[in-house]
Nanobody, 121 residues
Framework: QVQLVESGGGLVQAGGSLRLSCAAS????????MGWYRQAPGKQRELVAR???????NLADSVKGRFTISMDNAKNTVYLQMNSLKPDDTAVYYC???????????????WGQGTQVTVSS
């Protein structure tokens, strides 16, 4: 079994910062990509940022210059540093990972339970 455990969400004023963490645990053989998606009320889930195990990353245009994604391969953990937060960043943030399990033959998607980020104006 695999678990993605997220932490770091909360309430912050506009212009503030938060750091999200997501640790993957279980019978993991390899990680291809880890990332963050978000879903605001009434909107579709959207990609925020993702990073490959080799360090290559991509971010949504709406967060470039404000958010940074990083990964600690030894800890199977991905981080999202969010600076200069805006009310539009308010959403539930979900961790995602493409994992190959021990004994598995293909990478599959796994999701965390989500963490609420609320930015007040």
């Amino acid at each position: 079994q695999v678990q993605l455990v997220e932490s770091g969400g909360g309430l912050v004023q506009a212009g503030g910062s938060l750091r999200l963490s997501c640790a993957a645990s279980g019978s993991i053989f390899s990680i291809n990509v880890m990332g963050w998606y978000r879903q605001a009320p009434g909107k579709q889930r959207e990609l925020v940022a993702r990073i490959g195990s080799g360090g290559r990353s991509n971010l949504a245009d709406s967060v470039k210059g404000r958010f940074t994604i990083s990964m600690d391969n030894a800890k199977n953990t991905v981080y999202l540093q969010m600076n200069s937060l805006k009310p539009d960043d308010t959403a539930v943030y979900y961790c995602n990972a493409e994992l190959l399990l021990q004994g598995g033959v293909r990478f599959s998607d796994y999701w965390g339970q989500g963490t609420q980020v609320t930015v007040s104006s």
